[in-house]
């Protein structure tokens, strides 16, 4: 009995407690919140923490809630300390929240790194997503996470051995300095990389395999080949390793490779620097690789299991370029892997699957792979949106779409449509994998597709100016808008005046004709252009002490045209596998007329058979050329501006003599191509682009004409051969001239008609001389080639080019002198044996080529200029400016004579004679110099390809 009592007394002890704790806390529960304070907050609001808490004024009070509220307050991640207290008032509960928050990073320094710049440093930050930045919340871990970041990034610089220490300063009265203490050490280098069990494939082909750490020299020479050694980052070993095993894969070893982790040896640099001549004080690091190569396999076959959508399995072998029985390759066989995809890609089976499983006949060294194929299912185009067109319209982007809502998804109709609308230069360029987003349902078997486009200005105003072969010094006034109204027209307003051009232009597009993608355009335009040879060689630079004798025997004209165009295209969608082919009419209509300023111009207009029964004065007025021209173009270039990747061919054919009163023809056709260029050690990524135009043209004149003399073909200037001047490649010919001598005594004056009548003039011996002409050609071929390193997006870049052409006067019979022209020429009488009351009589009949010949040497003569450029887009002007420096290695420099008609019988005898026929023979008959620049120096605003 007496053992149960404290029992007893126990349990009294326990219910009493128990009512206690139940009357307190259904006394506590009936409490409500009256205030809630928050204690301690500096940067943070206060109605930012009570929008984190649950516990609200005027709502009962719950210990529970209060737990909730901790919680959440202590989960921001905003506070070093957090404590909640309740006090009781006559008026209710009052919670006090007390809290300390972290202290805010003022400012963040990094002592000791010069190896890294801070700009890389924030950009591994965001990489990472450290979240260490100015003004955030002071952090251990991200402080910690910093410091493994920076550790990693002076690895990769060759750092392998920098320490990293932390110093936080409090800065009163809530904020610290972050000072990281940064001992970076010597430099690693890649020391020597040697192989071991590498029987049949070489060293070299090895270690040139290892794109991260192998040297810098010539890579397939016997010597350089380790020119400059490369820094060491051991996160690259191991690729580099995966790298040597694919060089053995690629050659038929598919289990040869590397055994085992790569060995390292580090070891002082040593040696002397070849810069600096002193001592090397940084480390190297020697990789040893074990390797097993194993036995050499050829490919057997490929077949093909779980292929229920396409079962032809020759066309799925089609996809790899391997043929069996040839050495087994990775590379070719995981290209054919990725043909594979998209081929099934463009049936809509989006989620295809194929894994390859190997059989090995090791007895007669042999592989077969069996491609386990999971189709998936087709999926459907269910939407198409985009995001970014704030002023384009949605159906001008949807009308460029290869691939429509409701049809199977394909993946290469998805790329060409991308292609399509970066060709139009509204956007800037457009990727597949960056700028659209594919949603899947797999539910109902769809799929939505989201494109981002982000606009470029449409609209440009810009007064540019500047120096260009082709205007020479000029001033000009522009309007364009590529996308006006936002529905894909184009107008254009320009107006420009220099010293060689002035052109006013107004001209319309619409690309699309009720809604149907028929191309119609038209342009007004009212120019004209200088040719004079002294002033071209003036605008370049070039000096040209020219007598006025010579002068008036080089050509010297301007041409004034008016007129206007028509054009239209519509795309052929039965040839769409070659690309986006088009065609295309133009009629075109101009009127021109010529002004010459010396008698080698004035001669060639007159006499050249380029206008049907019309010669002489009459032949400078009233050229009318009404032509049309039919062209076909097949564009898979990815930009319409500085383009990365795709070809485009394009051909023409004009036929001008629809009316008018010039008749020829002119077929041209030209090719360029751009290539990423991938692989290189300073280009890994193929940013850089390779790019080269081919253009052949030729020109002949029907119906018993010629072509006129503007309209042959010519070279030079900055849309061809960039290092001469525009319209200088080209052969020179003789033009037959007829000019007037003064005859002249040995004092130098001249012999009067009339002695008593100084006002009639000298005497005047009429001579025949050839002038010298830029005659063109009927036929050139141009090559231009660029190597294209982009500075900053498309905006500046720097190119490389190398510039090639050729222009050659195939036929004589295209300078033919018309009969009326050749006779004005002789039938008069040249010379002046006798002169009587100051009339010249006698003379001698001269017969002149009916031709106008090339000049020997000036025919078929090749032209190249190399160089470099910058180009820089202006974005007020919408046009490339251009500054290019070229040097000339094939150029034009010929000596020649002209044929000499002049004779001594032609001039009177006498001291007046005498003078006059050496004076004549010195200005038209000496020895001639042509020579063209061997370097230029220039800006221009325009492109070449």
């Known amino acids: 009995m007496r053992a149960g009592v404290p029992s007893c007394r126990m349990m009294k002890l326990f219910v009493l407690i128990l009512l206690s704790l139940t009357a307190a806390s259904a006394w506590a529960q009936q409490q409500t919140i009256s205030q809630i304070r928050v204690i301690g907050n500096r940067r943070i609001p206060k109605e930012t923490v009570l929008a984190r808490i649950f516990s609200r004024v005027g709502e009962p009070y719950d210990p529970l809630t209060v737990e909730r509220d901790f919680n959440s307050l202590w989960n921001t991640g905003y506070f070093e300390d957090v404590r909640i207290e309740k006090e009781d008032s006559p008026q209710g509960a009052v919670l006090d929240i007390y809290v300390r928050e972290k202290p805010t990073i003022r400012e963040i320094n990094y002592k000791g790194l010069n190896s890294v710049t801070l700009s890389d440093v924030l950009d591994r930050y965001k990489k990472e997503k450290t979240g260490l930045s100015v003004e955030s919340q002071y952090d251990p871990t991200r402080i910690a996470a910093a410091v493994t970041v920076l550790r990693e990034l002076l690895a990769e610089h060759g750092h392998q051995f920098a320490t990293i220490k932390t110093d936080i300063k409090t800065i009163p009265p809530a904020s610290v300095q972050v000072n990281f203490l940064i001992k970076e050490g010597p430099k690693v280098k890649v020391g020597k990389i040697q192989f071991v069990g590498n029987d049949h494939v070489s060293s070299r082909i090895l270690r040139e395999s290892m794109k991260n750490l192998r040297p810098v020299g010539i890579p397939h020479s016997i010597f350089l080949e380790n020119l400059f050694a490369k820094t060491y980052d051991a996160s690259k070993l191991e690729e580099d390793s995966e790298r040597v095993r694919q060089a053995y894969r690629d050659r038929g070893y598919l289990r040869g490779g590397p055994v085992g982790e790569p060995q390292t040896h580090i070891r002082n640099e040593g040696g002397l620097s070849w810069i600096t001549f002193r001592p090397r004080k940084g480390k190297d690091i020697d990789i040893k690789m074990n390797i097993d190569e194993g036995q050499r396999y050829r490919l057997a076959g490929i077949t093909f ?162 120096v260009s072969g082709l205007s020479g010094s000029f001033l000009g006034l522009n309007y364009q808008t590529n996308n006006f109204l936002g529905l894909g027209e184009t107008l254009t307003v320009q107006a420009s005046v220099g010293d060689l051009a002035r052109n006013l232009v107004f001209s319309f597009n619409e690309p699309y004709v009720r809604n149907k993608p028929l191309n119609l355009g038209f342009s007004v335009f009212d120019s004209k252009s200088d040719y004079n040879a002294s002033k071209n060689y003036q605008v370049t630079g070039s000096a040209a002490n020219l007598s006025a004798a010579t002068t008036s025997l080089l050509q010297n004209y301007n041409q004034s045209s008016t007129g206007f165009t028509i054009s239209g295209s519509y795309p052929l969608k039965h040839f769409s596998k070659f690309g986006f082919p088009r065609f295309g009419v133009t009629y075109s209509f101009n009127d021109s007329s010529i002004r010459t300023f010396s008698a080698a111009s004035a001669n060639l207009f007159q006499t050249l058979a380029f206008r049907s029964g019309i010669q002489g004065q009459n032949a400078l007025q009233g050229i009318v050329n009404s032509s049309a021209s039919f062209s076909l173009s097949i564009n898979k270039l990815d930009s319409t501006y500085m383009p990365h990747t795709g070809q485009e061919l394009s051909a023409a054919f004009q036929i001008s003599g629809l009316w008018g009163n010039v008749r020829y023809i002119r077929p041209v056709i030209e090719f360029r191509q751009f290539r990423p260029i991938k692989g290189l050690w300073f280009n890994p990524e193929g940013r850089n682009t390779f790019g080269y135009r081919l253009q052949a043209a030729y020109i002949r004149g029907i119906s018993g004409d010629v072509a006129p003399p503007f309209d042959r073909l010519y070279q030079g200037g900055e849309s061809d051969l960039r290092g001469f001047d525009v319209r200088s490649g080209t052969p020179y010919g003789f033009v037959p001239t007829r000019v007037q001598f003064a005859l002249t005594n040995p004092d130098g004056s001249t012999v009067p008609r009339d002695p008593n009548n100084p006002n009639l003039g000298p005497i005047e011996v009429p001579l025949p001389v050839y002038g010298i002409a830029s005659i063109g050609g009927d036929a050139n071929f141009t090559s231009n080639f660029e190597y294209r390193i982009p500075i900053y997006a498309r905006t500046v870049a720097f190119n490389i080019f190398d510039d090639f052409g050729l222009d050659m006067a195939l036929d004589r019979n295209q300078l033919r002198q018309s009969p009326q022209g050749l006779d004005a020429l002789t039938s008069p009488l040249y010379g002046c044996p006798n002169y009587v009351n100051g009339a010249c009589q006698g003379g001698f009949p001269i017969k002149f080529s009916p031709n106008i010949d090339p000049i020997s040497g000036t025919n078929f003569v090749p032209r190249m200029s190399a160089g470099g450029e910058l180009d820089v887009m202006m974005p007020i002007i919408n046009a490339p400016f251009r500054l290019y420096y070229a040097f000339n290695p094939l150029r034009l420099e010929e000596n020649f004579t002209r044929q000499d008609l002049i004779t001594r019988a032609m001039f009177p005898s006498g001291g007046a004679g005498d003078y006059s026929y050496a004076r004549a023979e010195q200005f038209y008959n000496g020895l001639y110099q042509l020579r063209e620049p061997r370097k230029t120096f220039r800006l221009a605003v325009s492109t070449t390809f």
């Open 305 to 466: 299991s779980g292929n229920k959508a396409v079962t032809n399995a020759k066309a799925l072998r089609a996809q790899f370029a391997m043929k069996d029985g040839d050495w087994f390759n990775a590379t070719a066989f995981g290209k054919g892997l990725d043909n594979l995809r998209k081929a099934y890609g463009q049936l809509g089976y989006i989620n295809f699957t194929g894994i390859p499983n190997p059989t090995f006949d090791d007895a007669k060294h042999t592989v077969t792979f069996n491609v386990d194929i999971d189709e998936g299912k087709p999926f459907y185009v269910s939407r198409i949106e985009f995001q970014g067109n704030t002023v384009t319209r949605d159906f001008v982007i949807r009308r460029e779409l290869l691939l429509q809502e409701g049809q199977i998804y394909n993946s290469h109709l998805w790329e060409l449509s991308l292609m399509r609308l970066n060709q139009l230069d509204y956007f800037d360029p457009l990727k597949v994998d960056q700028d659209s987003e594919t949603h899947q349902n797999a539910e109902n078997g769809t799929v939505d597709l989201l494109l981002k486009v982000h606009e470029k200005g449409k609209n440009s105003i810009g007064l540019n100016g500047g």
